[in-house]
């Protein structure tokens, strides 16, 4: 069939891909559930289980007080934060885009679209989880304060956006070794559940254990988070450009890895296992 030329500005093509990730965001809300309030409401309660089960850990190791002046649930929730909005961010980019997938055939679908819709997909959940349990913690229970909420804002952002950096490298890893990515992707998971610091206070701890910490971008986007929330507390030992420099470094080296592979891979690869 002919097809008459047409002529796109910029501005068209920029509105036209809008449009598909729109169309790819709303369907990433609905593919864990078709209905997409029952699917937030499942992550809402994924959060509070989370939640919970530090609360009563924290309990049992007898830490019935928080290391910061302020209210001690507010100071758990933080860290749990945090931590599933970057963990989540990194599943769902590290299961976007496959080259080969059928999503894929059909233009204008392409990667690029693919990742930036699992991105603002989870951003969107997490956001909506976090605001809906402080919103009913704060009327219900008690009062709660946040000493700078646009930079605590801020760091839930940089969580998200060190996730996407970390599911890159795995996305660009898939499909060359994918049980190999996919059991490093669980093993990074698991570890961030002690190495990500939420459990305690960077300034509380020993030089010898910060050093043991302060590798993982994670642990120093906590630590700043908790400077922003609570007004008596000023992170000293983490950094903020830190996170920023290594998700750059990560993001870069994942977009190399994903364009290589696109060029590389074949359907094939995949009918072979």
Request: hydrophobic residues 55%.
């Amino acid at each position: 069939m002919f097809r008459a030329p047409e002529n796109r500005t910029k501005a068209r093509t920029f509105f036209a891909m809008s449009e598909v990730v729109y169309h790819s965001i709303v369907r990433n809300l609905r593919s864990g559930h078709r209905n997409a309030v029952v699917g937030i409401v499942l992550d809402i309660l994924q959060s509070l289980v989370m939640v919970a089960v530090f609360l009563v850990m924290f309990l049992l190791l007898g830490l019935r007080s928080s290391p910061i002046r302020g209210d001690y649930l507010l100071y758990v929730m933080s860290g749990i934060f945090m931590y599933m909005t970057h963990i989540k961010t990194v599943a769902a980019i590290a299961g976007a885009g496959n080259p080969v997938g059928g999503m894929m055939q059909h233009a204008p679908m392409n990667p690029i679209i693919s990742i930036a819709a699992a991105a603002f997909s989870t951003l969107y959940k997490q956001i909506v989880a976090v605001f809906v349990i402080l919103t009913v913690y704060h009327i219900v229970f008690t009062p709660i304060t946040i000493h700078d909420p646009v930079a605590a804002l801020g760091m839930i952002l940089m969580a998200w956006f060190f996730g996407i950096a970390v599911g890159m490298i795995f996305l660009a890893l898939n499909p060359w070794i994918p049980d190999f990515a996919g059991v490093v992707r669980m093993l990074y998971i698991r570890v961030n559940m002690i190495a990500s610091g939420k459990m305690f206070l960077a300034n509380t701890l020993p030089a010898s254990m910060v050093a043991m910490f302060d590798w993982n971008p994670l642990f120093h986007i906590i630590d700043q988070a908790r400077g922003a929330i609570f007004l008596h507390y000023n992170p000293y030992v983490t950094s903020i450009m830190y996170p920023i420099y290594v998700s750059l470094a990560l993001i870069m080296l994942g977009l190399m890895g994903e364009f290589y592979t696109r060029k590389s891979v074949s359907v094939s690869w995949t009918a072979a296992r």
